[in-house]
């Protein structure tokens, strides 16, 4: 699974729109490009999913540029309930056998009044 | 549809001794993983268990081990315990062996001690 980069932190005021980019130079031809969401003692959730373009939720969007290297999570109009870790993963949608999830450290983003 | 549920959620025990942490995964899904979440840190693959069977497994010792059931729900047994056991321990379910990126749920995991 490619490795992936993101900033460690950001902080963001409520009703703006946050961008948090992820690197991922070696991602590979079938691989999909993901995000979870995590509260503090709480488990990830998944947030969306892509392969290339953009992908747009009832949550967030996501872009991914024409060569992959790298995606940016779209967070808009945030409010203080956004603040958690944001984890961007890289990896094939049907790979068989099994199958892990390789989290980074993830972008710990929080939003101030 | 029920979600993933862990138990207990918090636990503290002495090192050397023996831990059992137990999941019953999400309706409809018959694979489970577990993850070892440091504090501060992103979670971090154990292993995973599909139709009972440990089909993966990361980078952790043996006495890191688990069990599937017929009902899907699994359990996490670590033997000796040592103080960085320490950590959050995440069960997330699945349908099918490998599901890529997608398709997990996770519980709210099991808060670990080792004192």
């Known amino acids: 699974l490619a490795k992936t980069t993101q900033p460690i932190s950001m902080d963001s005021y409520e009703g703006q729109e946050v961008n948090i980019t992820c690197s991922h130079n070696?991602?590979?031809?079938?691989?999909?490009i993901t995000w979870y969401q995590q509260f503090p003692s709480q488990g990830p959730r998944f947030i969306i999913q892509?392969?290339?373009t953009k992908v747009t939720n009832e949550v967030a969007s996501l872009f991914i540029p024409a060569d992959r290297k790298s995606s940016t999570l779209s967070l808009p109009r945030v409010s203080l309930s956004d603040t958690a870790v944001y984890y961007c993963?890289?990896?094939?949608?049907?790979?068989?056998?099994?199958?892990?999830?390789?989290f980074g450290a993830g972008t710990r983003l929080a939003v101030h009044p | 549809e029920t979600g993933v549920t862990q138990s207990p959620t918090h636990l503290i025990k002495t090192r050397g001794q023996q831990v059992t942490l137990r999941c019953s995964s999400q309706s409809g899904h018959n694979t489970v993983s577990w993850y070892q979440q440091a504090l501060g840190q992103g979670p971090q693959f154990i292993f995973q268990?599909?139709?009972?069977?440990?089909?993966g497994r990361g980078n952790f010792p043996p006495r890191f081990s688990g069990l599937q059931f017929p009902n899907y729900s699994s359990e996490l047994n670590v033997n000796a315990l040592e103080l960085d056991d320490s950590a959050l321990y995440l069960c997330?379910?699945?349908?099918?062996?490998?599901?890529?990126?997608?398709?997990?749920?996770f519980g709210s995991g099991t808060r670990l001690t080792v004192v």
């Open positions: 268990y599909y139709r009972e069977e440990e089909n």
């Open positions: 993963l890289v990896g094939g949608l049907f790979s068989g056998g099994y199958n892990k999830l390789i």
């Open positions: 070696n991602i590979a031809t079938n691989d999909y």
């Open positions: 892509g392969y290339k």
């Open positions: 997330a379910s699945s349908l099918g062996g490998g599901q890529g990126t997608h398709g997990y749920t």
